[in-house]
């Protein structure tokens, strides 16, 4: 009886081992695919953000190419109350338009992609851009605004340009 008692423990104790083992492969299995689920999202949600930045990004080069010959021509003409300056305005106005619907537009693919301060400084620099050109549409119907407003309007879009350029860069530079 010894020796049966003995077997029966012995197979009860492999039969045991085996299904502890194939156990604990089965979860170390499913943990390392998840593991690998998970990493292969963050890369897919880190390149839909770089997408997505660059193309606001590109959408802003129209206002910069307006502010920068809005700022040249007030470099030559510092009387901002001529009617030189308000035909600069006028031939710059439609670039500016153009580039504030496309910042309007590509600022919501921003904010989808996410994090939500980022879509936030897509937003300010949407903002400023909108405010610069209400401000010159104001301006052009005949409303007054100095040269200091006008530099003060694009320098709001150069900070807020700049503040996004960072924050988009410090999401994409965190480890996927």
């Given at each position: ?19 502890g083992t194939g ?29 997505s930045y660059r ?84 301006y052009l119907a ?35």
């Amino acid at each position: 009886m010894n020796q049966g008692l003995v077997a029966l423990l012995g197979a009860s104790v492999a039969v045991v081992g085996t299904l502890g083992t194939g156990g604990l492969t089965y979860i170390a299995t499913r943990r390392q695919a998840g593991d690998q689920g998970e990493m292969e999202h963050r890369k897919q949600l880190r390149e839909e953000r770089r997408d997505s930045y660059r193309k606001f990004l590109e959408a802003a080069e129209p206002l910069d190419r307006a502010i920068f010959a809005l700022v040249e021509q007030a470099r030559i003409q510092l009387e901002f109350d001529s009617q030189f300056a308000r035909d600069v305005v006028q031939d710059a106005m439609e670039g500016l338009e153009s580039a504030s619907h496309a910042l309007y537009r590509e600022r919501v693919s921003v904010a989808l992609a996410g994090p939500d301060a980022v879509g936030s400084l897509a937003h300010e620099l949407w903002d400023c851009a909108a405010v610069l050109q209400t401000s010159l549409s104001f301006y052009l119907a005949g409303g007054l605004m100095t040269a200091g407003e006008f530099e003060a309007a694009v320098d709001g879009i150069e900070v807020a340009k700049t503040a996004f350029v960072e924050g988009a860069r410090k999401v994409l530079e965190a480890a996927p």
